[in-house]
Structures are given as C-alpha cells and as structure tokens.
C-alpha cells in the first residue's frame, strides 16, 4: 500500500520527546532480563531482544509514528463558472476543455468536478473518468462566487493523491473574494491553473452602472441625480427618467468607451419615499438587461399616516382630529391597500380601524411585518367587529407583531365548542397556486383551525373526494390513505369505508394525530359530496350536547358540487338543531349561487375567494365568530396609567364610558397603559424591532366609542397615540447613504451635532431588510470622524431597506432609514473576462494560466507528501510481541520434541484410515480387559484375559505381534503396574534435586 503510493518513504514523529524513554526503558529490561530462572541461556537472550524490541513499539507510538513519502498519484478538480455572464461559445469552449483533458487522463489519476455561479454545486466526486457526459447540476447563474467554487473543490481532495485545481471562469465575481480563497489553497500547496473564457458581450454593451440620488429631500427642493453609464464603445441613444412610473425627463445621451456620467436636476413634488428610474436605449447594445437603474428618495414633509378601514368613513374622526394636528392621513379600504412594500416607506405610521386580515394577502401582511420591524413604521391596530381574532387575525405576521396575545387563554370566554370541517379533497384542489397546491393550502387552514381550539373543544374532520370519510387518528399510526379510492366507487357510499364508525369526533387534545394526516392531504379526483357530507356530519352532531356551540365549515369548489339534492333540507334540519354551517367557496364557478344559499339556509356566514392563500384567515375568522364570542360586551370606565407621556395631555377624570372590547390576553415585555373594569388589555405597546407596535381593544366608532367621539379628550387621545407610534423624523445633521461597489453594498453615516461638530465613539447598530424577506444585523465601524461605515455583499437583487437608530446627540431616540435599489443581478454588469483576477491567483499558487488540456494532470511543481499515521500499527505489533514473549517464557518446546512431533504428524497424514481403526479397536480391548482385572478378587492369568477378549473381525488384517518387552508389560496385572517402586534411599533423591538447582543457578 505505501509503495504505491509514495516514493522515498521516511519517518517522523510528532512527539520526538518521547523517545527520550528509549534508553531508559531499554536499561531496565537489560537488568530484569539478567535475573531470569530456569532458562537457558538462548532463550533468556530470544527474550531480552523480543522486550527491547516491544519496547521500541511502544515508545514509538507514543512518539506519534509517521510515515511521509512523496505523492505520485495526481487528483483534479475542475472548477467550471456556469454564471450568465460566459457566452455560448465560452460554455462550448469549456466542455471541448474538459472532454480534451479527461481523455488524456492517466489510468491512475482521479478527476471531479465542480459547477458554479451564485452557489458552487459538486457535479463529480473524485473518480477515475475518462469521458465528459451530461452535466446536471444548474447553479443559479445570477451570481458568481469563484471563492466559495474553490473552498468547496479543495474539501473534495481525498487522500493520498496529490492535488490540482483547474479553474475554468471569466474571472468576474459578485460575491466572496478569490483571491483569499487563493491564499490558503497557497497554504496548502494546491496549485490553480485558470483557462479565461470570454464573456457574452460582442464588446459592444452599454449598461448603467448606478444611479446616485440624495437618501432625503425636502418638499419643492431641487436635487441632482447622477447616472453612471459603461459603454465598450461609441454609442447614442437616450435616457429617460420617471418617478414610480410617470416619466420626469428624457436625456440624449453620446456615449465614449469607459466610463459617462449624466447629470440632472429632478425636483421633489410630494413627501414620501419616491422611487426614481433611469433606463438607457443606445445604439449598439449587446444586453438590454443591464440598462435600468434604480434610485429612492425620501421626500421629508409634514407626518404621513395610513389609515385602513374597514368600513367607508369608519375613519372620519380620527382622520379629522389628526389632520387638525398637522398629520397628513391617506385613508384605504378593502382592495386598495399598497401593494409594494417600498410604498410603506412612504408613511411614519400605520393604522388598522377594523380592518378584517381577509383583506390582505400573505405579501402583504409580511411586507407590513418588515415595514415595522425593519423600516420602523409605526403599527396601530383598533378593535372592532372585524378586527383581532374576529377579524381573521389569529395565526397571521399581523398577529406577530400586536403587543398583545390573541390566544385568549386567561377565562373561559363561552361554552365549549364542537366544530366540523368538510374538506374538498377532489381533483380541482390539485391545481397550483405559486408554489403550493390548493389541497395544501385547504389542509392548512384546517390545521390553524385545529389548533386554535381550547381543551374543552371537541372536533372532526370529514374528507370528501371519490366519497365521504372521517379522519381516524389510527391513519398517523397506520400510515392508511384516506385519500385514495381504493379501487371502489365511492358515488353514494359515504362513511362506509372498512373500520369508518358512525361518527369520529375527538377532543381537541387528540388534534394532533389528524393533523399528522392532514399534512399528507392531496387532491384525489371526483367532486365535493355535499348531501352525503352534511350527513355525517349531522350524526356527528347527534352525538354532542345541545349545550355546546356546535359549527360547520364546508370547503367547497365552487365549480364541481355533486350532490346538491337534498344538500338545502339537510341545512335547514342542521340549523334546526342548533347546528351553524358557513360555506367558504373557492373560485367562482356555476354552484356559487347553491353555495351561497346552503350559508344562508345554515345560518352561517358565506365566503368566497380565488386566492388559496386566504383559506387560513377564513377559517380562522368563522370559527371565532360562530362558535365563541371574543368580545366583552357592556359599558365601563377604563382603567389608566395617566403618569405615561401618551397620556398625561387627557383629561382622565371625565372620560366616558366604552360599551364594548376585543378580548385579548397579555404578552410578555409589552406595557399595557389602560385596562377594562375586568383588567383585560385596553391599550398596550411595546418595541417591535425599530418600530413601535400599538393595540387598542376598543373601537374608534359610533358602535361602541360612541360616548368618546363626542369627548373633548378624544381627539387629543388619538392624536398622542398615533403621534408615539410614528417612525421618529430624521434631523439635518443626521445621514444615512448607501452605495454599491465591487458586489457590495456600502452604506455610510454621517452623525455631526447641529452645531457641526462630529459625534463620536457611537456603535450604530444597521438592520438591513433584503428583498427576500431575511433579516441582518450590522454594527457600524467608525472609520472617521463623525463618519460610521457597515458593507455587506448583494446576493440578490431588488429593494433592501437599510435602517439605524440611537441617540445622536438629540436626547431622543432618532430613525434614520434608506433603500438600497439593484436593479438587475450584478452578474449582467461585466462585459469582458478580469484576467488580471485569474493571473493573480495563479501566480500566487504556483499554477499556470491557460495550460494545455493534456497538462491538467501533471504534478504540482512541488512535491506534495502525504503523512500516514503509524503509531496504531506499532501498537498492535507490540500486543502481538507481548503474546510471543508469554509464550517463549512459559512453554518449553526442545528441539529435539518438535522434530518428533512433526514427524508424527506427517507420518498420521500418511497412515491410511484403516490403520487407525485397528489401532482404536486395540486400546478399546486393553481397556476393557484392565476394567475386568480390577473388579475380579484375584487377578487372572493372562491367557483367561486374552480368552475373554472380543474376537476381531476375520477379514481385518492381524495386528503386528508384540515385542518381548510389550508382553511382559501385558502379562503384569493393573495393580503391579501401579505400584510406585521402592525408593530405600529418600535423602540421596533429595540431593540429587539440591545438587541441580544449585547448577541450574550458576548457569
């Protein structure tokens, strides 16, 4: 193994102190080897050498025996950039490449291969190839990151090869930094070879690199705007500017190869966050992908405040008590609520007045989420009938950010509950939504439903595709598919699958097991059942008290309802009962009307939706609504904490009285500033990431806070409220900015006092918001005086949100917050390869730029070796001496008997079977006769025992005839043989036994 691998094997020892023992340990067997007994002296000296030498072993893997030789064998892995910016033929190029090199591979050589562009991807271990193939892997191309490429090629190296790296790219990088990655494969003694491969520009592109424009303006002030255009070569064409799509300017443009820069002056029209857009058309332009850029701007003006409502003109005295306090408000309803999350920037605040969650998509409420927590917009939510847990809210990002609990858990709000789901599992539910299936979107809602019961609840879930069937808690255990039909036709046999019972109804804390099987739903085929479904259901529903709230939800395809007749009997028979069904519609299909009559029948609510992703909040909401009650109803004074700064400027001794409240329970870490007469949460906040969070139980309307609209102290109250929650306004000695460079986003600020003197010893903390929705935490590093700097690489592109806050001298807690706008991926910037890059690192590695494909595979110019670890052989070596030296001291084997004995085992060989027969027959006679001998009183005469001994069979051949001396030992009797001789002379046998061991120890 080791001459195949190495040439010019040596030794070495990674803990030389060790050997020092050598001498000592040696000495000592010596002298113990001196005052052996009873050996002779060859063996005494077989002993002393096989000590010294199981010594020697010892020692040495204590040592840490080693042993390093040079490496013959050649490993190569190749490093490709699959990335957007190699062309076609760069791509072609690099295949002829490698199927050229592995073609010429030596026998023994191992090649891999690894693919790259944001992300590096192992497309071959190490293995001998000697063909190309199909590639697979597909990196994404919007990035290149050569430095993690190389990390991930030098982990893959196994051992006893030695290694090469060839590196087949363009050298442009957007992320990570090569040549660092160059410095260790350096350390390590890996050279890189680099093939360049040109780019997919025709050396004809232009691009617009950046657009610069101020982070903050002030209404009607002019501002500059910079555009920094590339161009490989002479080009024309123009620019043109527009604000959040409305065009601003166009800009004629003559283009030198380098660098341009456009200048212009845009004016700022309106307060808000403005989004400014530069796109480029020129004349010749080889990527139009890379012609748009992108620039914010935060207009400064009076505080802006987004109200949503609920209902038209909910919002009427709010908006008038803080209009009257120079607050800009924008009021929206359902449908019209921002879309993007860059338009939340615009406001300081956001206010939600009874504003159900079924108005906001997913996006939404997590573009709300990061606003506040992120960008740090205020968040206000005031209670009503469509709002909290009423409103759908329970489960939701809306929900996660509220300073208070909407798990109600602190008293018993009604009677307990029975609900039942009628999921649609059909074919219509595996269609896609994005990303995910309408079934799983259905099984989610049934889930959030499930796991929003209290313990006192009892529910069941009914599953309807090819037929009708409870969900069993067994399936988890089992692994049984209730959503297959099972080779039957389910038409008109619901409920009558092997082992359904009548009815499954379960306690709330047996959910978990239906929920396991949930999780696995998918869309099977038929239709909805609706008669056979609402059937079972009401046997289920026989089987319950009449003093719990018992409810239904149907899941239905508005498009495929099998079963209608009947379906509205059914319904009025439930209702009858005491039994509510609400239908939620999915799509808008031809049985949208029967639906709709079935909830109204029921005495339910009816929803209708095309957006799968609202099933959650639907469900939640109806059961909320029908089978409990979350709000307290009832006339009380709130209780006050007047000492808080929200509140100090109200006059608390006369406040009216509120006939309503959401309940709500406490969070954790939130101040809660006013409660009800039954110290539920009236009013509370808390920190929320940069944003303050604010939640009102109470509405802000003439249904329930129809005594405090007429109050003087209302106006006063929701102006304080609001005002606190606000993003807190920027000062003009304060500045945050943010620019792009080298694949990283450098963001700067600048902290001087009004008077200008620079503040600092500050340790800025900037949350950065990427587009994708992640978090990230920068401290800021001083790098001058007043000035603080954080940088960061852009994997990706789109909006990120940069935002910091302290005490800037102001002796209040100030904001600061920018964006950051990529456009497009870095990748489409580069127009031609970065050889200088790739020279670098092979210089730096000792490899060799561009070398021939049958070259891939030579040695690395200098000599690797490879180390093997040998104290563990020397350990097992030294056990196995340990036993040879136990056996040469305690087993005495002459000459002379192993001579014997292996001349007897040979001869045994030899003797043919029969021989060995007649042999054993002859013992077994000799023993019976001495058996017979010594139980006879007299011992008989050896012809009478030779008499009575068993014949042997005629056709064995006779026995050899005995000697004169066998006979003689035959003729005596057992006893005779017995008998010890007489020994007249014990002392002279006694000194005999004195007179050997004496010279036994002169020896």
């Not at 010596?30 to 199981?54: N, P, Q």
Request: aromatic content about 6%; charged content about 20%.
């Amino acid at each position: 193994m080791l001459g195949c691998e190495f040439d010019c094997v040596k030794m070495r020892f990674t803990e030389p102190l060790y050997l020092l023992l050598l001498p000592i340990l040696w000495g000592w067997v010596w002298w113990t080897g001196r005052r052996l007994l009873g050996v002779s002296r060859a063996r005494r000296r077989a002993i002393l050498a096989l000590r010294m030498l199981l010594i020697l072993l010892v020692v040495f893997a204590l040592a840490g025996w080693q042993g390093v030789g040079s490496l013959r064998r050649v490993c190569t892995i190749f490093v490709l950039d699959q990335s957007a910016s190699i062309s076609d033929a760069g791509r072609q190029a690099a295949r002829a490449y490698l199927r050229q090199a592995l073609q010429n591979a030596p026998d023994d050589a191992l090649s891999g291969l690894v693919v790259f562009g944001a992300e590096p991807v192992v497309e071959w271990l190490p293995a001998p190839r000697k063909d190309l193939g199909a590639l697979y892997a597909k990196p994404n191309p919007d990035g290149s990151d050569i430095a993690g490429a190389l990390r991930l090629a030098m982990a893959m190296f196994p051992d006893g090869y030695a290694r090469r790296i060839v590196l087949l790219t363009d050298g442009n990088e957007t992320h990570g930094d090569a040549q660092a990655a160059a410095q260790v494969a350096s350390v390590e003694g890996i050279p890189i070879d680099v093939a360049p491969l040109p780019t997919g520009k025709l050396g004809n592109d232009a691009l617009i690199e950046a657009l610069e424009a101020p982070s903050v303006a002030k209404v009607g002030e002019p501002y500059t705007v910079r555009i920094v255009v590339q161009s490989q070569r002479h080009a024309e064409g123009k620019i043109t500017l527009d604000r959040e799509g409305t065009p601003l300017k166009t800009l004629p443009v003559k283009l030198s190869p380098g660098v341009n820069l456009i200048t212009t002056t845009l004016r700022a029209d309106a307060p808000g966050m403005q989004r400014i857009r530069a796109t480029l058309e020129a004349q010749p332009d080889s990527d139009p992908r890379n012609n748009i850029g992108l620039a914010l701007t935060r207009v400064q003006g009076k505080p802006h405040v987004l109200i949503a409502e609920g209902k038209t003109g909910a919002s009427e005295a709010i908006a008038r008590a803080l209009q009257a306090n120079s607050i800009a408000v924008t009021r929206v309803g359902e449908g019209n609520f921002p879309t993007t999350p860059e338009k939340l920037l615009d406001y300081d605040a956001i206010v939600f007045n009874d504003f159900p969650a079924t108005a906001l998509s997913p996006q939404q409420m997590e573009a709300i989420k990061n606003a506040v927590r992120d960008g740090g917009v205020g968040f206000v939510m005031i209670g009503g009938m469509q709002s909290y847990q009423m409103g759908g809210y329970y489960g939701t990002p809306i929900a996660e950010l509220l300073p208070v609990d909407l798990d109600i858990k602190h008293r018993q709000i009604q009677h307990a509950a029975t609900v039942i789901l009628i999921v649609d599992a059909s074919g219509s539910m595996n269609e896609h939504l994005g990303t995910h299936k309408v079934a799983h979107l259905a099984a989610e809602a049934s889930i959030k439903t499930l796991r929003m019961l209290r313990p006192m609840d009892r529910f069941g879930v009914i599953i309807s595709s090819h037929g009708s069937d409870w969900l069993l808690p067994d399936y988890a255990r089992t692994g049984f598919d209730p959503f297959s039909c099972d080779g039957r036709n389910f038409r008109g046999c619901h409920g009558q699958r092997a082992g359904q019972p009548p009815s499954a109804i379960f306690p709330a804390s047996e959910r978990e097991s239906i929920i396991a099987v949930l999780q696995k739903v998918y869309g099977t085929g038929g239709g909805i059942f609706v008669r056979g479904s609402l059937e079972m259901a009401m046997r289920g529903m026989l089987t319950e008290p009449p003093d719990r709230a018992r409810h239904i939800i149907m899941l239905a395809d508005a498009t495929d309802c099998d079963e209608q007749e009947g379906s509205i009997e059914r319904a009025r028979q439930l209702r009858a009962m005491g039994v509510t069904l609400s239908v939620v519609a999915f799509g808008d299909g031809k049985d949208t009307a029967f639906l709709k009559q079935l909830a109204r029948v029921g005495g339910g609510q009816f929803y209708q939706t095309r957006d799968a992703h609202a099933l959650p909040r639907l469900f939640t909401a109806d059961v909320s609504a029908m089978t409990r009650s979350t709000v307290e109803e009832g006339a009380f004074i709130p209780k006050v904490n007047a000492s808080d700064e929200r509140l100090r400027e109200v006059d608390w001794s006369r406040t009216p009285a509120l006939l309503a409240y959401n309940l709500v329970s406490d969070r954790p870490l939130a101040q809660v500033l006013m409660r009800t007469h039954k110290d539920d949460p009236l009013l509370a906040v808390w920190r929320y990431g940069l944003g303050t969070a604010i939640a009102f139980t109470s509405d802000a309307q003439p249904r329930w806070a129809q005594r405090w609209i007429g109050w003087q102290g209302y106006s006063v109250f929701w102006t304080q409220v609001i005002r606190s929650a606000m993003r807190p306004s920027a000062q003009p000695n304060l500045g945050l900015t943010a620019t792009v460079r080298n694949g990283q986003a450098i963001v700067e600020l600048q902290a001087f006092t009004p008077q200008g003197e620079p503040i600092n010893g500050l340790t800025p903390q900037l949350t950065v918001g990427a587009p994708s929705g992640e978090q990230q935490q920068l401290t800021m590093n001083m790098e001058g005086a007043g000035r603080y700097v954080a940088q960061f690489p852009l994997r990706e592109h789109g909006l990120f949100t940069l935002t910091t806050q302290g005490d800037f001298g102001a002796g209040r807690a100030t904001t600061l917050s920018t964006a950051l706008a990529v456009p497009y991926p870095l990748e489409y910037r580069f127009y031609r390869e970065n050889r200088p890059l790739l020279e670098r690192i092979a210089a730096q590695t000792q490899g060799r730029v561009n070398p021939e494909p049958a070259r891939a595979y030579d040695p690395p110019p200098a000599p690797q070796q490879f180390t093997r670890d040998l104290w563990t052989l020397a350990l097992l070596l030294s056990l196995l001496l340990l036993m040879v030296d136990i056996t040469v001291r305690r087993v005495v084997i002459t000459l002379p008997e192993a001579v014997a004995a292996l001349w007897g085992r040979l001869r045994w060989r030899r003797v043919p079977r029969v021989a060995i027969t007649q042999t054993a027959q002859r013992l077994q006679a000799a023993k019976q006769r001495a058996a017979a001998a010594r139980a006879a009183p007299h011992a008989r005469p050896i012809s009478e025992a030779r008499a009575s001994a068993p014949t042997p069979p005629k056709e064995s051949p006779s026995p050899p005839s005995p000697t004169s001396s066998d006979a003689q030992r035959m003729e005596e009797t057992p006893k005779q043989r017995a008998a010890p001789p007489d020994n007249p002379h014990p002392q002279e046998t006694l000194d005999r036994l004195l007179k050997t061991k004496q010279r036994t120890h002169k020896h």
